[in-house]
């Protein structure tokens, strides 16, 4: 079968990344160890390997050509139809990636499931950023959003996703979508929050649904992502949300200060919060280095010093 055509998406210019190159590693059908309920994808049942997928010469044949036509690729995002890490030749893909890529980055974007197997442990470590989701901590709830294929084991991916913090001088970046009714209840959300923060990653991307899923699911509001945010002090969120509310308030000095102490804000949040005033106040804030802004992947954080 040929793949050339359907292995790669994009260039897609980011706002986060730059230019994109998308790499699909599944193109012909659904191959996931997930049923995710809000999945934009179709419903498929779950599986534990691919069976059909494109050689690495195909992939890197396909990436050549675009590269060929677009020469100015910022980032290569190797994703599928289903679950990248299920690629049986991810590991030898990346190393030759690596070779072609020039100055553009490397990332993956991974439901987090096989992170416990050395060998994708050891894979993903070759990632210039690697992205894994985790929607759920307790069983219950990971069960009946994420509907994992039988033996994947939780825990194990939480210790695995401590150990690659730890591991990696890469970054790291973790995504939770909320689903209403499912994991937007207080209970998860600090389970989340303690659990998270031992993972300690780059960022946290938190959203919610935006394209139709899969199951009949809803979205959560805005206010539920925002009230996450705060709870879960001391972290990097991004709140990635379209059509996002604009609230703009005037904040002095001291109520900076103590909103930064409390969680670092995204240029993003920024624009949406402080009123023009407020931001001359945080730019003076930064100039005297009281505030820093640290780039975490792409996404800038305002942050008390
Ligand atoms: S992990 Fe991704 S591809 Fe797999 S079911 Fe969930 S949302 Fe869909």
């Known amino acids: 079968m040929s793949y ?38 179709e419903k498929a049942k779950t599986v534990d390997s691919m069976t059909t997928y494109p050689s690495v010469l195909d992939v890197i044949g396909a990436i050549k050509e675009s590269f060929a036509k677009h020469p100015n690729i ?17 590991d030898e893909l990346i190393t030759e990636i690596d070779n072609i890529k020039g100055k553009a980055k490397t990332l993956i974007l991974s439901n987090g499931s096989t992170i416990y197997h050395d060998k994708t442990f050891e894979t993903l470590l070759k990632f210039d950023t690697v992205k894994l989701s985790l929607d759920c901590v307790s069983s219950k709830c990971f069960k009946k959003l994420d ?71 809803q979205p959560v509001p805005y206010e539920t992502l925002e009230h996450v ?48 005033s407020s931001q001359k106040i945080l730019k003076k804030l930064v100039n005297n280095s009281k505030i820093s802004v640290v780039d975490s992947g792409g996404v800038n954080f305002y942050k008390f010093c």
């Open 74 to 90: 910022d980032v290569i995002t190797v994703t599928a139809n289903g679950e990248p890490t299920l690629y049986p030749k991810l």
């Open 4 to 41: 050339s055509n359907s292995i790669i998406f994009g260039p897609i210019p980011s706002r986060r990344f730059g230019i994109s190159l998308g790499v699909d590693l599944s193109p012909s059908s659904k191959q996931c160890n997930f049923d995710c309920l809000y999945c934009e994808l």
């Open 147 to 217: 509907r994992i294929h039988s033996g994947i084991d939780i825990e194990k991916m939480i210790d695995a996703m401590i150990s690659f913090s730890q591991s990696t001088s890469n970054q790291f970046v973790l995504e939770v979508l909320f689903v209403k009714d499912l994991n937007d209840k207080e209970d998860e959300i600090k389970l989340l929050h303690e659990t998270i923060s031992q993972i300690n990653p780059s960022r946290v991307d938190i959203g919610t649904i935006d394209r139709p899923p899969a199951y009949d699911v």
């Open 229 to 276: 945010a705060n709870t879960f002090a001391g972290i990097n969120v991004n709140i990635a949300y379209k059509d996002r509310p604009k609230q703009t308030n005037s904040f002095n000095e001291e109520e900076i200060l103590a909103m930064l102490k409390r969680r670092p804000l995204t240029e993003q949040d920024i624009e949406n919060l402080f009123d023009e």
